[in-house]
């Protein structure tokens, strides 16, 4: 048996640190990177059940190595309106 060499992704959020906190009507931006040891390996970024929230973030698919897409949130009293949610 040859042991299998494929490395996992790693996803990264640029700046660090979580939770991310913010007021209503503030804004929230980060980058969301992916990275991948094998250079064939193609890579996806995208948001899964996405909400009608008021954010804007870029799928980004079939790429190799490394990927990035930003992401921007500026949360209204209306969203906020049944308490806190995670992004």
Do not use: M
């Not at 929230?53 to 799928?59: D, K, V």
């Amino acid at each position: 048996l040859i042991p299998s060499s494929n490395h996992k992704p790693v996803i990264d959020i640029i700046p660090s640190g979580n939770p991310k906190i913010i007021k209503v009507d503030s804004t929230l931006n980060f980058l969301v990177r992916a990275t991948d040891a094998d250079a064939n390996d193609p890579l996806q970024l995208f948001i899964n059940g996405a909400t009608n929230r008021s954010y804007t973030f870029q799928n980004v698919q079939d790429s190799f190595r490394t990927i990035s897409s930003p992401f921007t949130y500026t949360p209204s009293c209306d969203e906020w309106a049944n308490g806190s949610f995670t992004v």
